[in-house]
C-alpha cells in the first residue's frame, strides 16, 4: 500500500520542512551530514549548533500524532540525528503508530514520556 505524499504545512520552519520532505521520501533527516547544517556536532557541547537544527516540540508532535500527517509516515518510521530541541517535548499518554528515531540530538528541555505507547522503535540514543 502505498501511503499518500502530505506536503508540508507552510507554518513550519524550513529545517521542519526539510525534515518532513526526507520522511515522505523514507530517508533518515540526518542534519550532521547534510550540507548547511553544521557538520558533525556534539550535542553535549552548545558550541556551534545552528538555529537551522532547531525542531519544535509542535512540529514532532503534529507529525507523529495528527492526521494527515501521522498516518503519511512511511514504515521506516520518523528517523531524525542531529537535531536541536530548546523547548519540552511531552509525548506523554500518546500512542506512537511508528517508529521514531531522535538520535544524537540535543535536548534543553524536558522531554516526557509518562505513559508513552508504542510496539515501534523509539530512540533517543546519545552520542
Known amino acids: 500500500m502505498t501511503r499518500p505524499k502530505i506536503p508540508a504545512y507552510q507554518g513550519w520552519t ?4 526539510w525534515v518532513w520532505e526526507c ?6 533527516a540526518d542534519f550532521n551530514t547534510t550540507k548547511g547544517y553544521g557538520g558533525q556536532l556534539d550535542p553535549k557541547d552548545p558550541k556551534g549548533w545552528p ?3 532547531i525542531l519544535r516540540p509542535t512540529f514532532l508532535e503534529t507529525v507523529l500524532l495528527y ?3 501521522r498516518t503519511a509516515i512511511p514504515h521506516h518510521g520518523l528517523r531524525i540525528v542531529g537535531a536541536w530541541c ?3 517535548l511531552d509525548l506523554s499518554h500518546a500512542a506512537l503508530a511508528c517508529q521514531l528515531w531522535l538520535n544524537h540530538s540535543r535536548f534543553e528541555s524536558e522531554v516526557k514520556l509518562s505513559a508513552l505507547r ?3 522503535v523509539f530512540s533517543l540514543e546519545p552520542v
Open 67 to 69: 492526521e494527515p500527517y
Open 86 to 88: 530548546q523547548d519540552s
Open 14 to 17: 524550513p529545517q521542519e520542512q
Open 118 to 120: 508504542t510496539p515501534h
Open 23 to 28: 520522511v515522505q521520501a523514507g530517508e533518515i
Open 51 to 53: 538555529d537551522t537544527r
